[in-house]
Every structure is written in C-alpha cells, then in structure tokens.
C-alpha cells in the first residue's frame, strides 16, 4: 500500500471494526488517543512498517484484543502502558523495531493469553 498523513481520528467512528491493518503504509504522527479505547470488538489491530512516531497511548480499553504489531516504526517510542494489559485475550505484542522502552508494567500478568 501506499496510504500516508496521519492516522485520522475518524478511524474511531469504526466502532464495530474487527480487524484494522494498516500496516506496511507511510502513515506518521502519533497513534489517536482514540485508537485505543474506541473499538469494543477490535481483535486485531496491525500498525508495523509505517512512520509513527511519539508516545503509545497511557488508556487503552480494547477487551477483546488479541494481537497488536507496532514494528518497525522507528519513531515510536514511550513506555508500555499498564492498561495495554488489561485483556485476558492478548496474546501478541510486536515491539521490535520501536523505540519503546522502559520496565514491563506488572499488569502483563493479567494478559493470561500472552
């Protein structure tokens, strides 16, 4: 693909999405604040190989969250949020490529799928 500009914030109108790949594109800036409380359903969300950049979102809310890839964006980086964990669904984490770093918050034990 080759979509790029930001991540529009009506992306998180999609309520009822599923699966959102959006990987392997040119999209840059941050990652909507929304993206991560917006998508009761969500399952699957694939952001890697874009040009992200900033800090991951502090509140995610996305219950039935299975697999989120983040690689390979370069310009990412933070801590990983306590409530990226608040799922017994994950089972997923793709980080490599990022500049996320910092101390896995303790909540990664209540992710029992990881």
């Known amino acids: 693909n080759d979509l790029g500009g930001t ?9 009822n999405a599923v699966y959102l790949e959006l990987f392997d594109n040119s ?8 993206l991560a409380t917006s998508f009761p359903h969500l399952e699957l969300l694939l952001l ?10 502090q509140q995610w809310d996305l219950p039935r969250l299975q697999i989120i890839a983040l690689s390979n964006n370069l310009h990412l980086k933070g801590s990983l949020p306590s409530t990226l964990f608040d ?5 997923k984490l ?21």
């Open 7 to 15: 991540l529009p914030r009506q992306l998180c109108n999609l309520t």
């Open 27 to 34: 999209f840059t800036g941050a990652i909507p604040d929304c």
């Open 48 to 57: 890697q190989d874009n040009i992200l950049s900033d800090k991951l979102p």
């Open 87 to 91: 799922t017994d669904q994950l089972s």
């Open 94 to 114: 793709i980080i490599e490529g990022t500049h996320v770093s910092g101390s896995i918050p303790s909540s990664v034990c209540s992710a029992r799928a990881l």
